[in-house]
């Protein structure tokens, strides 16, 4: 289990993370949505250890990650820059990771390599963006983390590649119980793997929850009522959006969908529909409702 609670990190006078807390199982995968400076890269690198923390704790299975080798050995952070040593073939990457990562596989990676089609014994610095993208994931899963925390790690990969990624993470979580993280932008990307994701604004975690929950929580609705109503006839209900094309009503509500429908049959409507929203859409709504678009 990974938990983080009540971290706050600042850079001099910049707040970048405050008092957030996190709790994630094995064989999990944790999408980590944000608006741009919302803190993504930061909560990474002190997860992984890499910053230290100036309030707060990052715990695995119990036990601090910051400052504490056994526990980091166990954590591997994919950032959104890869960098490899100078002139470094991905092989050669390969053996100075085994001499800090004591569950790190050749063979394994040898076998990612393969997969991906990636020629283990040349200069990584000559590959384009997308495949140091490639060689980056491969290194990071032959290292057979406990925990991986990846920034934007699929931007720059083609949708082929993005595919076959996803289905090799997910079957290392699966089969290894493997802890992810994927801090990025790409909502759908996060719909198609997450369990479950946040939504971090402004450093803190506004946001959480099972995929099914987040998407289940927010509705869009049509509705035609029998009888003229003014938009003050559904302010009880707190719309967060509402417009009108005619006498069809087009809102957007939070809540139980029963008990929407009930408190909406009050109208009787003359048609009534509940379409399903996306989990791009439920984050700009969030984002809009903290005055983010005003920004």
């Known amino acids: 289990m990974l938990t983080v609670k009540g971290l706050s990190k600042s850079f001099g006078t910049k707040r970048a993370i405050t008092d957030l807390s996190l709790t994630l199982e094995e064989g999990h995968i944790f999408g980590m949505l944000g608006t741009n400076g919302a803190g993504k890269s930061t909560l990474l690198r002190v997860m992984s250890g890499i910053l230290r923390a100036d309030a707060g704790s990052v715990h695995l299975d119990g036990v601090p990650v910051y400052e504490n080798p056994a526990a980091k050995r166990e954590i591997c952070y994919l950032s959104d820059d890869p960098t490899f040593l100078p002139n470094a073939s991905i092989a050669e990457m390969g053996r100075m990771q085994a001499a800090y990562y004591p569950e790190y596989s050749e063979e394994k990676l040898k076998a990612l390599c393969d997969r991906f089609a990636l020629p283990m014994n ?5 590959f384009s963006k997308g495949t140091q993208k490639r060689a980056q994931i491969c290194l990071g899963l032959a290292l057979n983390p406990r925990v991986l925390l990846c920034d934007e790690t ?4 083609d949708p082929v590649m993005r595919e076959s990624f996803k289905r090799v993470l997910s079957q290392e979580t699966v089969d290894r119980g493997l802890i992810t993280v994927l801090a990025g932008h790409n909502q759908q990307e996060m719909e198609d793997i997450c369990d479950s994701v946040g939504f971090l604004h402004e450093g803190r975690l506004v946001c959480s929850g099972d995929l099914d929950t987040l998407l289940g929580d927010v509705h869009r609705v049509q509705l ?5 109503a003014g938009d003050e006839a559904f302010e009880p209900l707190h719309p967060l959006r509402l417009q009108r094309q005619g006498r069809l009503c087009m809102m957007t509500l939070r809540g139980d969908r029963q008990e929407l429908e009930a408190r909406l049959n009050v109208f009787a409507p003359l048609f009534m529909e509940f379409l399903p929203l996306s989990l791009e859409e439920v984050f700009i709504l969030e984002m809009e409702d903290r005055g983010y678009a005003q920004q």
Do not use: Y
Request: glycine share 14%.
């Open 122 to 126: 040349e200069r990584i610095t000559g």
């Open 154 to 157: 699929f931007d720059g990969l």
């Open 224 to 228: 035609i009522p029998a009888n003229e």
